[in-house]
Structures are given as structure tokens and as C-alpha cells.
């Protein structure tokens, strides 16, 4: 086994391939494990791991296709149904994933990015119409998750902060433009939501606390006065 230092070492040893045609977690792995082979279709340790079902601490299987069933996979490609990935790509219905990226329809990963239709996850970032998720920043369309940061759309959530478009989220806190929200502080231009503190050009809401500039929103204390 080899343990190269640039990638100008690994072009030396495999001069029939390119190294510029290596993906960015090729490269990381490349400089970072020992390598035992290269094969012409750039998979790194196997040799033409296509098709492979039940495989068990498969690593640095880069560009493997269609892996079903795998276990403790690390730097692939496109798997399937495969348990506890690390730092794979593009992985469809897996499961304990971690560090991964384009992942869709997995379930309990943590650290993955850009990812679609994933549930029950922690610490996602930019990720697609994920359910169920805990602390997830940049994401799009989410729906019931908790401890969102900068996300866009969501929806039934909890503990959103800073995000945009909400609707029907509780306990916002510095959202904007969201709709129908409970128990939101200092949002802005927020329409129909209730019981919302120190909350700024909001329009519609009803039983909030102390906001300021907003239109037809009802203050919880001062309905309080007139009920008496």
C-alpha cells in the first residue's frame, strides 16, 4: 500500500489516468489513505465494484454504481439502501449517513449537504423538502423540523431562526415575511399569526405583546383593558 503526498505522485504511478478527471473526495481520499489500487474507471482500493450487494466496510469504493445493501461505506458513489455512509455522494433510501452530500430520501444522517426528501437528520445544511430535521441552516421547504437557522419556506416547524417564509412554525425568533406562526419574537412583516412578542410591520396578527409599526395587529394588553 502507497501513501502519496500530491497528486502529481499519483499520475506518476497510474500514467494512464487523469488525475484532473478525480472528484474532490477522490482527491481528499487520495492524500489522506493508504492506496492499494487504482482501476481504469477510477475506483480507488476495488476493482470494478459494480453491482455489489451485502458488502461490509467498503472504503474509499469512489464512483462504485448502484451498491445495494452495503455497510459502513465511506467516499462512494450513487448507493443504495446502504447503512452508516461517510463522505459519500448522491446516496438514494441509506441510513445513519454522515458528512455526505446529495443524499435523497435517507434517513438519521448528521453533517450532510444539499440534500432532498431526508428525515429524522441532524445539522443539515442547504438541503430540500427534508422532514423531521433537528438544526438545519440554509435548507429549503423543511417541514417539522426543529432549531432552523436561515431557512427558507418552512413549514409546522420549531425554534426557527432567522428564516423566511414561514408558515405555521411556533416559537419564531427574527423571521421574516412569515404566515400564521404562534409565539414568534421580533419577526417582521409577518401576516396572521398569534401571541407574537416585539414583532415589527406584521399585518393581521392577533393576541401579540408589545409590537411596534404594525397594521391591524391586535395587542394582546390592550384587548386585555377592553375585555375589563
Known amino acids: ?10 499520475q506518476k504511478d497510474y500514467p494512464n489516468l487523469d488525475v484532473n478527471k478525480f472528484t474532490y473526495f477522490q482527491k481528499n481520499y487520495l492524500l489522506n489513505h493508504n492506496i492499494k489500487t487504482i482501476d481504469e474507471d ?85 438541503c430540500i423538502d427534508c422532514k423531521y430535521l433537528r438544526i438545519c441552516t440554509k435548507c429549503i421547504k423543511c417541514k417539522y423540523c426543529v432549531d432552523c437557522e436561515d431557512c427558507t419556506n418552512c413549514t409546522n416547524c420549531i425554534d426557527c431562526m432567522s428564516c423566511k417564509y414561514c408558515t405555521d412554525c411556533m416559537s419564531c425568533k427574527y423571521c421574516t415575511d412569515c404566515e400564521g406562526c404562534r409565539d414568534c419574537k421580533y419577526c417582521g412583516g409577518c401576516a396572521d399569526c398569534k401571541y ?27 384587548n386585555k383593558l377592553n375585555e375589563n
Not at 407574537?196 to 390592550?222: A, F, P
Open 196 to 222: 407574537c412578542t416585539d414583532c415589527t410591520y406584521c399585518k393581521d396578527c392577533m393576541g401579540c405583546e408589545h409590537c411596534k409599526g404594525c397594521e391591524d395587529c391586535k395587542d394582546y394588553m390592550n
Open 42 to 126: 477510477y475506483n480507488i482500493n476495488c476493482t470494478k465494484c459494480i453491482n455489489c450487494k451485502y458488502c461490509t466496510d467498503c472504503e474509499g469504493c469512489i464512483s462504485c454504481k448502484y451498491c445495494i445493501d452495503c455497510t459502513n461505506c465511506k467516499y462512494c458513489t450513487k448507493c443504495i439502501d446502504c447503512t452508516n455512509c461517510k463522505y459519500c455522494t448522491d446516496c438514494t433510501n441509506c441510513k445513519d449517513c454522515i458528512d455526505c452530500m446529495g443524499c435523497r430520501d435517507c434517513t438519521d444522517c448528521t453533517n450532510c449537504k444539499y440534500c432532498t426528501d431526508c428525515t429524522y437528520c441532524t445539522y443539515s445544511d442547504y
Open 1 to 10: 500500500m502507497t501513501t502519496y503526498k500530491t497528486l502529481e505522485e499519483v
